[in-house]
């Protein structure tokens, strides 16, 4: 099983920029996909990003203003996220999609208005 740990949440002001990293504790294969959701009070989990040794997927509401990326030397997935929203506040989780699913505990994002 793997380990997920993220970092780099808080409050911020709307039309402020976080990043966000998960770190794995081993190895990240580069065959693997790799992720970030999102959860709000009330709401489903839902999908933000996700990458892949091939490509890259976002959600259409922050399509333009997030960018996943990854450091598979580091076993490091990370989240920049650009022009925030109150909408954006939630608990964000890091998946790490590989034989079985492993998450993170979640971390909280608030953008405040």
């Known amino acids: 099983q793997v380990q997920l740990v993220e970092s780099g949440g808080g409050l911020v002001q709307a039309g402020g920029s976080l990043r966000l990293s998960c770190v794995a504790s081993r190895s990240i294969w580069s065959i693997s996909t790799m992720g970030w959701y999102r959860q709000a009070p009330g709401k489903q989990r839902e999908l933000v990003a996700s990458?892949?040794?091939?490509?890259?997927n976002y959600a259409d509401s922050v399509t333009g203003r997030c960018a996943i990326s990854r450091d598979n030397y580091k076993n490091t997935l990370f989240l920049q996220m650009n022009s925030l929203k109150p909408e954006d506040t939630a608990v964000y989780y890091c998946?790490?999609?590989?034989?079985?699913?492993?998450w993170g505990q979640g971390i909280q994002v608030t953008v405040s208005s």
């Open positions: 990458i892949s040794s091939g490509s890259t």
């Open positions: 998946l790490y999609r590989f034989y079985r699913d492993s």
